[in-house]
């Protein structure tokens, strides 16, 4: 499973290091660069341009994606670029229904504004026929957040392709580790890296790789042009990051597969979803195509004051928006408008000693 590449963990993709120098280079902060007087050539000349720091950990996210890099400063950022770059007035957007809920008031909001048409459809399907005729992106989110409903990415990409649209996958839940999307037909994949590919919950950063260089290089013209660049210092954390994925996702995905048990025995959770459960809608699509499950899931309680009582009394699980970091975190997700009932909670599994966390919140459940 650890088959993450040298640039993934070194501050010089694909090399060792020289002797004397630390691992991994701090950060580059510079805003402008000394110029050769004849041009800037192919040296650095000015930090919204390019940064030696971005483009280390571009180069080790675009090796775990297989595809080429561009890094922006939220997974937001890295959406709606892909959005306007790709999409022109007359144009129209597939979306999921039942992926993240800013992603669609974007689309509604701003898109439609501007003479693009935008499609809801469902993660799972079906998908009625004719769904992908004259569109020009598809965007999926697979598992979608917060139902955890999950997309066969090559049978969707298949059909899209059929009528010459491209494929976005939002892989922000299982990280590349979990899921490669392009490996799958799909054209683009996006990310929020705030989440589980840097885990440590002290960041915001997102990025968008493409299967087509050219692809790339248009949406970083449009970076560079719109001034959305992420911070040297945001990136190096992300970059000390990655050497600890494997065993972060590792710990994450085994939490989530404890609980996951726990809750589909106890009589206090009306419903769990988890991919990697057998018995999940989703298992067996999941089971194909994502080589780890992810340490999100999520459950129904009785009631909006059940999932008070259940953060409240737990000594592990810390009431949190967001997901992926090293300690365990639930939201309540009907307070931001998703469809779900009052009592629907989405958990992320952190990194907590699995008997201590499956005691912590038995002891919760038992408790309601």
Known sequence: MNDAPAAATQGSPGAQPPPGAPFQRGPVFAAPYVMD?????????????????????????????????????????????????????????????????????YAHGYLAAHGIGVREVPTAGPWPAGTFDGVRLVLLETPSNPGLDVCDI????????????????????????????????????????????????????????????????????????????AGPFEAWLAHRSLGTLDLRLARHTDNAAALAVLFAAHPAVRQVRWPGLPSDPAYPVASRQMRRFGGVLAIELASHQAVTTFV?????????????????????????????????????????????????????????
């Open 37 to 105: 007087p004849a041009g800037p050539g192919e040296t650095d000349f000015y930090g919204r341009n390019g940064n030696p720091t971005w483009r280390g950990l571009e180069v080790a996210i675009g090796e775990l994606d297989g595809g080429t890099c561009v890094l922006f400063p939220s997974g937001m950022a890295a959406i709606t670029t892909v959005l306007r770059t790709v999409l022109r007035p007359g144009d129209t957007v597939v979306l999921p229904s039942d992926g993240y809920y800013q992603t669609r008031r």
């Open 154 to 229: 090559a049978a969707l990409a298949a059909a899209a392709h059929g009528t010459g649209a491209l494929v976005a996958v939002d892989n922000t839940t299982p990280s590349p580790l979990g899921q490669r999307p392009l490996e799958l037909g799909a054209d683009l994949v996006v990310a929020s890296d705030s989440k589980a590919l840097t885990g440590h919950s002290d960041l915001i950063l997102g990025h968008v790789t493409a299967a087509d260089p050219g692809l790339a290089a248009d949406l970083a013209a449009a970076r560079t042009v719109e001034g959305a660049v």
């Open 312 to 368: 409240t009394h737990s000594a592990l699980i810390t009431y949190a928006t967001s997901f992926g970091g090293l300690h365990t975190t639930a939201d309540r997700r009907a307070q931001w408008g998703d469809a779900v009932p009052e009592g629907y909670l989405r958990l992320s599994a952190g990194c907590e000693d699995t008997d201590d966390l499956v005691t912590d919140i038995r002891k919760t459940l038992d408790s309601l």
